[in-house]
């Protein structure tokens, strides 16, 4: 079994690979082009931890290259493509709204064509609760109306689902649109808030808190995440759906900051900034259609994925600063 997994080198991707590792013994092609939106040592050291593995193939590459794209169908016959990579940064879309539609809506149309052409058993592609956008009911339900995007990046990811939708009606490519919501753990995504929130409380520097402190999160631990993940490659009811893999408890991040300050020991300097456009006041996953569907129940509770999360931090701290 050979199984694609693009945005390998990523925070999620890279949870991922090594997750299918424990759980199988597929052949995985790891893709990633390990662009600069965030620092590229930081993939290079997530990718590292599985390199090695005769089980994956890591391939420095570019999704947005068609051809490119097409030969890697033909040479490998993937049977599974699980589809992570992306542009994931809101407040960055706000200014660079081009990339995310090159990225996450051409780049996306280049695998899902692929795999028409080359059919595969089924195809994942990492949506997430921004789709929501703004005036969707709270908690979010697939099967409810969804409201306006309120980023490039949100609008991105909702042309990326109605691609893939359109691909199972009008070309039957399996896909399954998993609905991610504000995942969290080690090798968190420097540019999210709780990445940004540690740092600064460690630091003992100001923190940026855009609006009141009482915008919610859904917030999910990657665990979590990639058991739903794995689960959509093969439950059979999933195909031509969107499902959301959230947590169902929402946190407000003022309460957010106060939990990952006593995991810190010290007290937060908060900086109050003006709430953001491109944020949305709560997101909150209904997980009916994932029980049902996925077998889903997230098991991470937030107060022990956080001292993860920190205690992974410290680590990363100790050996930055080793000579
Ligand atoms: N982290 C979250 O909270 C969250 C929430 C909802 C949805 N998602 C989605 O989950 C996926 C993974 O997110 P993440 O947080 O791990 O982000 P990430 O930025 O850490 O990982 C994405 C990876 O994709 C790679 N990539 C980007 N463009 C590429 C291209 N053209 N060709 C090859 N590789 C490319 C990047 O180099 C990066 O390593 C994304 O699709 C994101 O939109 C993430």
Redesign the pocket.
């Known amino acids: 079994m050979s199984i694609l997994i ?8 890279s949870h991922f690979v090594q997750c299918l590792l424990r759980k199988s013994d597929s052949a995985i092609v790891a ?5 600069d ?2 620092d ?1 040592a930081r ?1 290079r050291a ?1 990718a590292a931890l599985f390199a090695d593995d005769p089980r994956v193939t890591l391939i420095e ?4 290259d068609t051809e490119f794209v097409f030969r890697l169908f033909q040479e490998y016959q993937f049977e599974f493509v699980v ?7 809101v407040r960055y879309s706000m200014d660079h709204p081009t990339i995310y539609q090159q ?2 809506v051409c ?1 996306t149309a280049n695998l899902l064509e692929a795999a028409r052409r080359r059919p595969v058993e089924r195809f994942l592609l ?5 789709v929501y956008g703004d005036g969707a009911a709270v908690p979010f339900r697939e099967d409810a109306p969804l409201g306006t995007p309120t980023s490039p ?1 949100g609008s991105s ?1 909702r042309a990326a689902e109605l691609l893939a939708q359109m691909y199972y009606e009008v070309h039957d490519v399996p896909t399954v649109s998993l ?6 753990g080690p090798r ?2 420097p540019d ?1 808030a709780m990445a940004i929130f540690v740092e600064r409380i460690a630091r003992g520097e100001p923190l940026p808190l855009f609006g009141d402190g009482s915008i919610r999160r859904d917030f ?1 631990h990657v665990d979590d995440v990639c058991r739903g993940l794995l689960a959509a490659m093969t439950a059979p009811g999933a195909i031509g759906k969107a499902i959301n893999l959230g947590s169902d408890r929402p946190v407000a991040m003022s309460q957010l900051i106060e939990m990952l300050a006593r995991q810190l020991g010290r007290k937060p300097n908060i900086l109050s900034r003006p709430a953001h456009p491109g944020d949305l006041a709560a997101t909150h996953a209904d997980l009916a259609r994932a029980r049902e569907l996925l077998g889903y129940e997230p098991c991470v509770p937030l107060a022990d994925g956080l001292k993860e999360y920190v205690a992974w931090f410290r680590r990363l701290q100790g050996v930055a600063t080793c000579p």
Request: with cysteine.
């Open positions: 693009t945005g390998a080198a990523g925070f999620i991707g893709l990633d082009n390990f662009n939106y965030y590229p993939k997530n590459g570019d999704f947005c589809h992570l990579g992306a542009y994931a940064g990225v996450n780049g990492a949506s997430s609760s921004t990046y990811k609905r991610l919501f504000s995942v969290y968190l995504r999210l999910t």
